[in-house]
C-alpha cells in the first residue's frame, strides 16, 4: 500500500509540474554531499515519524544549479518503520543551500529509498519538493532522483521543477 501511495504522490507532482510549466520558469539542482552524522530518532529539523522508529541522516557537501554554486546540508528522517519489501523506506528532508546566486534557500521534500537490488549496498531516492524560503523570494517545486553509494556514503541528489 505504501508503495502505491509513493507513486501515486509522484504522479500528482508530475501533473502540477506539467500544468505549470508553461506559465513559469525552469528550477534544477544538483547536490553531492556525504554523510556526517547519524542519531535515533527523527532530525529536529525535519521531526515527522509517523512509525517512531525513525533515524536522522545529515549529509553535508556541495550544490550547483539555480543557486549557484556553494554549500549543502541535507537533514533526513528516514521512518524505518513504515520501511516495505524490498526495502524501501520513506523519509522527510530538509535541505539548507548557500550558494553565489541565493544565500540561504530551503527545500522541503518526501520520498522514499530503495535498494538496487536485494545484495546491493546502493541506493536510488525519488519523491517531490517544495522550496520553503529563499534570500531571493525564489519559489519552486518539482521532483527529485538520487543515488546512495552504500560503500562511500555518497549522496548525489538532482532536484528539477518550476518557479
Given at each position: 500500500m505504501l508503495k502505491e501511495f509513493w507513486l501515486a504522490t509522484e504522479v500528482i507532482a508530475a501533473i502540477l509540474l506539467l500544468g505549470v510549466a508553461a506559465n513559469a520558469g525552469s528550477f534544477s539542482e544538483t547536490i553531492s554531499a556525504t554523510l556526517t552524522s547519524t542519531t535515533s530518532g527523527a532530525c529536529d529539523v525535519s521531526s515527522i515519524c509517523a512509525s517512531g522508529d525513525c533515524t536522522c541522516l545529515v549529509y553535508d557537501g556541495t550544490v550547483s544549479g539555480s543557486v549557484g554554486k556553494g554549500?549543502?546540508?541535507?537533514?533526513?528522517?528516514?521512518?524505518?518503520?513504515?520501511?516495505?519489501?524490498?526495502?524501501?523506506?520513506?523519509?522527510?528532508?530538509?535541505?539548507?543551500?548557500?550558494?553565489?546566486?541565493?544565500?540561504?534557500?530551503?527545500?522541503?521534500?518526501?520520498?522514499?529509498?530503495?535498494?538496487?537490488?536485494?545484495?546491493?549496498?546502493?541506493s536510488k531516492l525519488s519523491g517531490g519538493f517544495n522550496i520553503t524560503s529563499s534570500d531571493v523570494s525564489a519559489t519552486g517545486w518539482g521532483l527529485f532522483a538520487g543515488t546512495l553509494t552504500g560503500a562511500t556514503n555518497r549522496l548525489v541528489l538532482h532536484y528539477k521543477g518550476t518557479n
Open positions: 554549500t549543502a546540508e541535507v537533514d533526513a528522517t528516514e521512518d524505518n518503520g513504515l520501511a516495505t519489501t524490498p526495502g524501501c523506506t520513506p523519509f522527510f528532508s530538509e535541505v539548507f543551500l548557500s550558494g553565489s546566486k541565493d544565500s540561504d534557500q530551503e527545500i522541503d521534500g518526501v520520498g522514499a529509498i530503495c535498494p538496487l537490488s536485494a545484495s546491493s549496498a546502493n
